[in-house]
């Protein structure tokens, strides 16, 4: 009788976790993705295998502690929304091919991280955290930066910690045969790091008044064409590709208005600029339904609609893709 009761009790909490969140109903996710869509301005066509990757969330009430009730992760093209791309990475372990025991002793600690597919190459640029220890002694790259390029059946492995040069950028990205961060690059074509030597050898920057989400974000509010349209938004995420800046601009509205749980949606922005002109070239808005979106990435989409790391081809590659 009394395993009865308890079995009861059970079955009666689970269905309290999945109809409940505290006081209130869980959400259920919607079917879709709604929204709406215009293209403002269109002088020149944003690239079709350009897209913006993000993690939708549902709306909150507006606490601090709150988690959303739901989420999906999407791409963002200027031919619509889709939530069924897939965009997994490997862990560091896995990537690297090492065991339980080497991957402790070795690295154990990974905070920073970024995972870079290509056509032709793979990179897993991450830093070992400098507490990183095994059996109370660091492990062997604790404080590393380490960058990992797999290239067929070859790894390499490249410590690039410390770099000395009076010349270092904000870009983290590859163009052509080079993968640039902030003190140097690493050459794809002989799998070594180098600091910067000169500023010839640095990447192309944006202007002064684009480089930077906060800096970008100013500009376009303040921009005679556009600034009405994105003021008082936020710049979500922005890359540089030749003389071409593309840019998300969205309101953030995380939250719903008031107590009766009506949401008034998220509005998002498009945009690409020509950094010699200053001119916007293409500006398409989005409005979202039940979602807001964060930590808008650029990926390029093959036509098999796999998502690759976005590039530059360098002067021994013309053209783009």
């Not at 870009?171 to 794809?188: A, H, N, P, Q, V």
């Not at 910067?196 to 005679?224: A, C, I, N, Q, V």
């Not at 200053?278 to 990926?299: A, F, M, N, P, S």
Request: aromatic residues 12%.
């Amino acid at each position: 009788m009394k395993r009865t009761v308890c079995l009861l009790l059970l079955t009666a909490c689970l269905l309290s976790v999945l109809c409940f969140n505290g006081c209130g109903f869980i959400y259920r996710k919607p079917k879709e993705i709604t929204y709406t869509s215009e293209i403002i301005i269109n002088e020149e066509a944003m690239p079709d295998w350009l897209v913006w990757y993000s993690e939708l969330k549902a709306p909150t009430q507006g606490k601090m502690l709150e988690t959303s009730k739901y989420e999906t992760t999407a791409v963002i093209s200027s031919d619509g929304i889709y939530e069924d791309i897939l965009n997994s990475e490997p862990t560091v372990q896995d990537f690297l091919g090492m065991t339980d025991e080497e991957y402790s002793a070795d690295i154990s600690w990974v905070g920073f991280r970024r995972y870079l597919r290509y056509e032709d190459t793979t990179l897993y640029h991450f830093h070992v955290d400098s507490r990183a220890s095994h059996n109370g002694q660091p492990t062997t790259y604790a404080g590393q930066f380490l960058l990992a390029e797999k290239c067929g059946n070859e790894l390499y492995l490249t410590d690039v910690t410390g770099f000395q040069s009076k010349y270092s950028t904000d870009y983290t990205g590859r163009i052509g045969s080079r993968y640039y961060f902030g003190k140097g690059y690493y050459d794809l074509t002989t799998h070594e790091a180098k600091p910067y030597g000169s500023r010839d050898e640095l990447p192309p920057m944006p202007p002064k008044e684009m480089d930077g989400e906060t800096r970008l974000g100013e500009f376009l509010e303040e921009h005679e064409t556009v600034g009405t349209y994105l003021k008082g938004l936020s710049c979500m995420g922005f890359r540089l590709m030749g003389n071409r800046l593309y840019a998300v601009m969205a309101t953030e509205n995380m939250h719903f208005q008031d107590e009766i749980e009506d949401y008034a949606g998220e509005d998002l922005y498009l945009v690409t600029i020509d950094i010699e002109t200053k001119r916007v070239l293409y500006l398409q808005k989005y409005h979202l339904d039940d979602y807001h979106g964060r930590e808008y990435t650029l990926y390029r989409m093959t036509d098999d609609r796999e998502l690759l790391a976005p590039m530059e081809k360098g002067p021994d590659q013309p053209g783009t893709p």
